[in-house]
């Protein structure tokens, strides 16, 4: 089974969004605007203390730890960003690229020691994936794809919807924020998608890369425990 990363149809959610209540605009500390939504019907349970994002425009909503940066990767939200000023290193940047690899979401966040934590989100809408198995195909494929060297590619036991779990391990290049003129340095990446057939045939991928090993595992689950879908399909 063959997937393409091919972008929805989305709306604007531009940095830092609380939790949902009116439709009502405010300057956030960064310069960003930070923009409430309607739930669309998609009911997200957060940890304490981290912000609810539902996305009805996407078909599904999760939550993120309260101190991250997010946005919907439409043009008009990559066009704010040229007026924002985010708190997360290269945010932008990283924006940008994630949205030219076919994501339609992306949200990222501070660590210790300024390492960057991110979540990346694709989503294949008639996908023709009907179960768990033309998930590990997917998954094979796309990690093949991605050069990824001896991914863990396993079902998610007990999981409301099919869904995969792919771990592996990478590397990037960081710039010091402090000295952009330095020579980038390499660092290894912790990584872990999750592909899920969602309502409607769709295929969503969530992608968490961590520049700390530390608490990546607990923290991916976490932010994938909280996907929640529309009540009805």
């Keep these: ?47 304490a203390g981290w ?20 946005l919907v990767l439409s043009s008009e939200g990559l066009a704010s960003l040229a007026e924002a000023n985010p708190a997360v290193p290269g945010f932008a940047d990283s924006a940008h690229a994630a949205a030219a690899a076919g994501a339609v979401f992306y949200a990222a966040g501070v660590q210790a020691d300024d390492r960057v934590t991110d979540l990346k989100i694709r989503a294949v809408p008639d996908s023709g994936v009907k ?33 995969v779990r792919v771990r592996f391990h990478s590397e990037a290049s960081r710039t010091d924020p402090d000295d952009p003129e330095a020579e980038p340095t ?23 890369t961590s520049e700390q090993a530390e608490g990546h595992d607990a923290l991916a689950k976490e932010i994938f425990d909280t996907v929640a879908f529309p009540e009805k399909d």
Excluded: F, H
């Excluded at 912000?51 to 078909?59: A, D, E, M, N, T």
């Design 1 to 47: 089974m063959k997937l393409a990363a091919t972008a929805l149809a989305v709306a604007v959610l531009v940095a830092a969004a609380p939790a949902c209540g009116d439709d009502d605009d405010d300057a956030s500390p960064n310069g960003t605007t930070s923009t409430t939504l309607a739930t669309g019907g998609i009911e997200v349970d957060a940890p």
């Design 51 to 70: 912000q609810k994002v539902p996305l009805p425009q996407l078909g599904l909503g999760l939550a993120i730890p309260a101190e991250w940066e997010a």
């Design 131 to 163: 179960d768990v198995a033309d998930l590990e195909e997917s998954a094979r494929q796309l990690a093949s794809e991605a050069k990824l060297a001896n991914p863990a590619i396993e079902p998610v036991e007990g999981a409301e919807r099919p869904t």
């Design 186 to 208: 390499t660092v290894p990446v912790e990584g872990t998608e999750y592909l899920v057939l969602g309502p409607k045939d769709v295929v969503y991928s969530l992608i968490v």
